[in-house]
DNA sequence: ACTTTTCGATAATATATATTTTCGATAATA
DNA sequence: TATTATCGAAAATATATATTATCGAAAAGT
């Protein structure tokens, strides 16, 4: 059980004693969401989250089952919706995908970056942000290359991985290791570079044995 | 004191008890560095080092004053040496340069990717990595990049925080992320990618606004 | 009014870890 | 042999955190 809910029946006959205020569970959810986006789930702790919202330790408890689990509810509520992306090119197909990753990445700063690569970080928690942030994406970005591949805009389909590795690996750093800002400037250095690459990636000349 | 010394005393005077087991001072320092390596400092306990090692508390206790400076000691000697690259050409340089840079990334691998971006990380930590591996190596690239420029293979010299981004963001993506290997062809790859995005960046069009 | 459930405050319990200390055994010197 | 410093084992202490429980006040329904 992820969230404990006070009236398994029908809504409209309201439960007996005083209501749940609902501004709190907000409140206790903002807060889990500000320090996972501050600093990934290594920042967080129910102090943290009473000494952010002013709420009680039982008041947390009595409404997630543990830590972990709000946690996890945090990274739900975290994570920025999917968009689709089909513009008619390549290039500015690529140039939203690009807008949309960064925007991304730095909603979910701390959490993408501390937590991501962690041994020590839950396994569940980290298959929570491949599940609901990265996969969706890696989706994104193929369906994006597979219409230039068609269109003829790429000579082949290269390699998935490869591809996430020269399109995201230079984002990532430039926002998430040296904290750097996406001017348009450098969102256009960004799409050309990330062109070219594709460019040189097709047909792929690399299959992956790690 | 990051470490305790028996003898200040010239080496030749022998002090009077028995004397420290060197191999004692080893096995705790390479458990430390295999701890560093594989998860960063997130992963390091003294628990796990007398785990590890069968050595006692008290002995770690009695050669450095507290785990963190234990941790402090083992990133220093995990960190490989930085190399000098100057074969004539953009185009070696470049690809020595990777292939320094993969093999120093895999063999830190938690350390850099876990402990570099992490604000919960105490800040003496970071500053230990970035002065005495992100910097140096730094330096080695733009040396290589101001060379480039000098023989004329660079229009200009690219504003380097980007060239990093694009050298090395790939690189710590495919490797420390995604955890895949560098095999030849790997290499070749960001090669000729790199040398692509080295062009495009130059000269340089955007200055860094974070 | 009476009952039920929430609320915040607070204490109690449990676990993980760092750090300190004590102990008896060991390996050196004097 | 007497002294000194190290060794591993183990216990003691301290801190941070999660979790549970208790309390009296408050907000609903009956």
Do not use: N
């Given at each position: 059980?992820?969230?404990?809910?006070?009236?398994?029946?029908?809504?409209?006959?309201?439960?007996?004693?005083?209501?749940?205020?609902?501004?709190?569970?907000?409140?206790?959810?903002?807060?889990?969401?500000?320090?996972?986006?501050?600093?990934?789930?290594?920042?967080?702790?129910?102090?943290?989250?009473?000494?952010?919202?002013?709420?009680?330790?039982a008041t947390i408890?009595?409404?997630?089952?543990?830590?972990?689990?709000l946690v996890m509810?945090?990274?739900?509520?975290?994570?920025?919706?999917?968009?689709?992306?089909?513009?008619?090119?390549?290039?500015?197909?690529?140039?939203?995908?690009?807008?949309?990753?960064?925007?991304?990445?730095?909603?979910?700063?701390?959490?993408?970056?501390?937590?991501?690569?962690?041994?020590?970080?839950?396994?569940?928690?980290?298959?929570?942000?491949?599940?609901?942030?990265?996969?969706?994406?890696?989706?994104?970005?193929?369906?994006?290359?597979?219409?230039?591949?068609?269109?003829?805009?790429?000579?082949?389909?290269?390699?998935?991985?490869?591809?996430w590795d020269y399109?995201?690996?230079?984002?990532?750093?430039?926002?998430?290791?040296?904290?750097?800002?996406?001017?348009?400037?450098?969102?256009?250095?960004?799409?050309?570079?990330?062109?070219?690459?594709?460019?040189?990636?097709?047909?792929?000349?690399?299959?992956?044995?790690?």
């Amino acid at each position: 059980m992820t969230r404990q809910s006070t009236a398994a029946r029908p809504a409209q006959e309201r439960p007996r004693g005083r209501p749940r205020d609902g501004a709190v569970d907000e409140a206790i959810l903002a807060a889990t969401r500000s320090i996972l986006e501050e600093s990934g789930s290594g920042g967080f702790s129910i102090g943290e989250v009473v000494a952010r919202t002013g709420v009680s330790t039982a008041t947390i408890y009595r409404r997630w089952p543990s830590a972990s689990d709000l946690v996890m509810e945090g990274i739900r509520s975290l994570v920025p919706e999917a968009v689709d992306i089909d513009s008619g090119s390549l290039a500015s197909d690529l140039d939203l995908f690009l807008g949309h990753m960064a925007g991304s990445l730095l909603s979910m700063k701390g959490l993408y970056a501390a937590d991501l690569q962690r041994r020590d970080v839950a396994l569940e928690m980290r298959r929570e942000i491949v599940a609901t942030f990265v996969a969706p994406r890696e989706r994104l970005l193929m369906a994006i290359l597979e219409r230039a591949r068609a269109r003829g805009e790429l000579a082949a389909l290269p390699a998935f991985e490869t591809c996430w590795d020269y399109v995201i690996g230079p984002l990532h750093h430039r926002l998430l290791i040296r904290g750097a800002g996406f001017s348009a400037a450098a969102r256009e250095q960004a799409l050309q570079i990330a062109l070219a690459a594709l460019q040189l990636l097709a047909p792929p000349q690399v299959t992956d044995e790690p």
